[in-house]
């Protein structure tokens, strides 16, 4: 799968190795070109995942905010609810973002 703003593939990896969680297809951390992430001062904790770091997408001159999130230290308890899979700094997109086949 890829993870494409416009032409542009920000991320792409096999299906089996993205978890999907709640709709989003996250990706592996080492599948996901950083160049085009900025980290984001955005607070967020999700009640079962625990505290998330957003991104900002860079779209040419522009930065796109908060379309990326990432949950660098989840709730130990939060794998229980991805089957057991550890979804440790795996990146998820939003919006402009498009991920696809």
Same mark, same amino acid.
């Given at each position: 799968?890829?993870?494409?703003?416009?032409?542009?593939?920000?991320?792409?990896?096999?299906?089996?190795?993205?978890?999907?969680?709640?709709?989003?297809?996250?990706?592996?951390?080492e599948?996901?070109?950083?160049?085009f !992430?900025? %980290?984001? &001062?955005?607070p @967020?904790?999700? =009640?079962?995942?625990?505290?998330?770091?957003?991104?900002?997408? /860079? $779209?040419?001159?522009?930065? !796109?905010? %908060?379309? &990326?999130?990432? @949950?660098?230290? =989840?709730?130990?308890?939060?794998?229980?609810?991805?089957?057991? /899979? $550890?979804?440790?700094?795996?990146?998820?997109?939003?919006?402009?973002?498009?991920?696809?086949?």
């Amino acid at each position: 799968m890829k993870a494409l703003l416009g032409d542009t593939v920000i991320a792409e990896a096999a299906n089996d190795d993205l978890i999907k969680i709640e709709g989003n297809w996250y990706f592996p951390p080492e599948s996901v070109n950083k160049d085009f !992430l900025v %980290d984001s &001062a955005t607070p @967020y904790t999700c =009640p079962w995942k625990g505290e998330c770091q957003y991104f900002s997408v /860079k $779209d040419g001159d522009a930065l !796109l905010q %908060d379309r &990326a999130w990432s @949950y660098p230290t =989840p709730y130990p308890t939060a794998f229980e609810r991805t089957e057991g /899979k $550890d979804f440790s700094n795996y990146v998820a997109f939003w919006k402009e973002v498009q991920v696809t086949e």
